[in-house]
């Protein structure tokens, strides 16, 4: 029988829930915080940098289409910024 540790961690890498590097920063924090609100935040290198940029971009527009609120500035900045570091295809 497996340990509950043993279990979750199972489940976790085969659902991707890994965790996301460098996550003691802030912009790995709102990144998880906020584009974990509605899905899983996707690992940074799973997408290219433009990639990401026309993802935040269909985000934004999906957000307007519900009438949610967008990011704050500073908190798309931070975002912004940890995914073009951590992103795939160097």
Do not use: I, N
């Amino acid at each position: 029988m497996l340990t509950r540790a043993l279990a979750v961690t199972v489940a976790c890498a085969a659902l991707g829930c890994t965790s996301l590097p460098d996550s003691d920063t802030t912009g790995a924090q709102v990144y998880a915080r906020r584009c974990g609100e509605c899905h899983r935040a996707y690992q940074p290198g799973s997408l290219t940098w433009p990639m990401w940029q026309y993802q935040l971009g269909r985000m934004q527009t999906l957000f307007v289409q519900l009438r949610k609120p967008w990011l704050s500035s500073d908190e798309e900045g931070f975002v912004r910024q940890y995914l073009e570091q951590h992103a795939g295809g160097r």
